[in-house]
């Protein structure tokens, strides 16, 4: 069956980055996009981009351009998210998702990573 | 950006009765292909966000048909025909015709 699975919590300081990674299984991950959305606490979700699985082509939230870089690798069938500079306000669950990008939907997510920013 | 609001934010439901959750976009969510794309989530407590409705009206792979999704233009909603105690959780609309895909603020449905 199709199943996400993140990396762990991650404890950050003011200024860091972090490397989230989100390993999928039971599909191809060449033939759907990944998408990157978080959640800080008592807040809404929050869609920071996506990545393609075919060509490696990454599109981000102009919110997040400056300072997002998402990656994949084929051979792992792993995609990476990398946030830098990182603010309290980064502070977050961190989630993948599998893109249709014909259907435009989110069908399948991982378990969330927690990024905590503090000093 | 698309702007995404929800009503109402909080509904209390008693198991057994029908819920119904309103969901409007900023603009138009008419793709060009003719589809709306518009989706519905639930956040059940201490999980990850599961998708239930796609395209404005088509249930995801193994979603109840309790559950509905229905709208045009700018308004959807989700119905829910006979609401269960596992359904308590936050819903959320979700648009993704247009970068950045944005999100409602959710509504959290709980037992009366």
């Known amino acids: 069956q199709v199943q996400l699975v993140q990396s762990g919590l991650e404890v950050k300081k003011p200024g860091a980055s972090v490397k989230v990674s989100c390993t999928a299984s039971?599909?191809?991950?060449?033939?759907?996009?990944l998408s990157w959305v978080r959640q800080a606490p008592g807040q809404r979700l929050e869609w920071m981009g996506w990545i393609s699985g075919y060509n490696g082509d990454a599109h981000y939230a102009q919110k997040f351009q400056d300072r997002v870089s998402m990656t994949t690798d084929i051979s792992t069938s792993t995609a990476y998210m990398e946030l830098s500079h990182l603010r309290s306000d980064d502070t977050a669950v961190y989630y993948c998702?599998?893109?249709?990008?014909?259907?435009?939907?989110?069908?399948?997510w991982g378990q969330g990573t927690l990024v905590t920013v503090s000093s | 950006d698309i702007v995404m609001t929800q009503s109402p934010l909080s509904l209390p439901v008693t198991p057994g009765e029908p819920a119904s959750i309103s969901c409007r976009s900023s603009q138009s969510l008419l793709h060009s292909n003719g589809y709306y794309f518009l989706n519905w989530y639930l956040q059940k407590p201490g999980q990850s966000p599961q998708l239930l409705i796609f395209?404005?009206?088509s249930r995801a792979s193994g979603v109840p048909d309790r559950f509905s999704g229905s709208g045009s233009g700018t308004d959807f909603t989700l119905q829910i025909s006979r609401v269960e105690a596992d359904d308590v959780g936050v819903y959320y609309c979700?648009?993704?015709?247009?970068?950045?895909?944005?999100f409602g603020p959710g509504t959290r449905v709980d037992i009366k």
């Open positions: 395209l404005g009206s």
């Open positions: 998702a599998r893109y249709d990008t014909l259907e435009g939907m989110f069908d399948r």
């Open positions: 979700m648009q993704a015709l247009q970068s950045p895909f944005t």
């Open positions: 039971g599909y191809n991950i060449d033939s759907y996009g």
